[in-house]
């Protein structure tokens, strides 16, 4: 519980992590976050304007960690080596914060409390593709086909929608050599 003189927007954001580890986004509510706060409603607006610019908020939050962490597993590597680097942490963020993971939004370049985060996530995609010579338009579509592999495979595994038997790393491993031969084949 957080001690009411202490809250803050970032404290508020927080908690609405907790909400959403414990309940998804769905289960994320004003009232939810306020009791967790030991304060009423009413005073979370203080700190937040409305439950959707909480929830965007949380989003902008999940995406920077989600970055963060792919960031850190790509530094210092290139080509095939950090593109599967970084499509291991990805896919392993949503494995690992699976409600967390829910919580992402679709589309952060165009919101402005999000843009930031996005735009970060979408250069450490450019800079680890960087090395297969792509630019422009290229870029563009292969950060796209890079972002609907990743995103597609860890957002069915995450709601456990994989039923057949095979392995999943298996097919996931199959999934990033399609995608490097198709980038080794533009570059």
């Not at 610019?53 to 960031?71: N, P, S, W």
Request: aromatic share 6%; with cysteine.
């Amino acid at each position: 519980m957080v001690v009411k003189r202490s809250l803050t927007p970032a404290a508020v954001v927080d908690v609405a992590l907790g909400i959403v580890d414990e309940h998804g986004p769905d289960g994320l509510t004003l009232a939810a976050v306020a009791h967790a706060c030991g304060v009423a409603t009413p005073s979370l607006y203080k700190h937040v304007a409305s439950l959707g610019e909480l929830k965007t908020l949380v989003g902008a939050r999940v995406l920077e960690d989600m970055t963060d962490r792919i960031a850190t597993t790509v530094l210092g590597t290139s080509g095939d080596e950090a593109v599967t680097g970084l499509m291991r942490a990805y896919r392993a963020y949503g494995a690992t914060h699976p409600k967390r993971y829910a919580a992402l939004p679709m589309d952060p370049l165009h919101d402005p409390i999000q843009e930031a985060a996005g735009a970060k996530l979408v250069g450490v995609m450019y800079a680890t593709l960087r090395g297969y010579g792509l630019e422009g338009s290229a870029a563009v579509h292969a950060t796209r086909r890079l972002r609907v592999l990743v995103h597609g495979f860890a957002s069915i595994e995450s709601e456990g929608g994989f039923g057949l038997p095979e392995d999943l790393d298996d097919t996931y491993d199959q999934l990033i050599q399609m995608y490097l031969a198709t980038l080794r084949s533009e570059s």
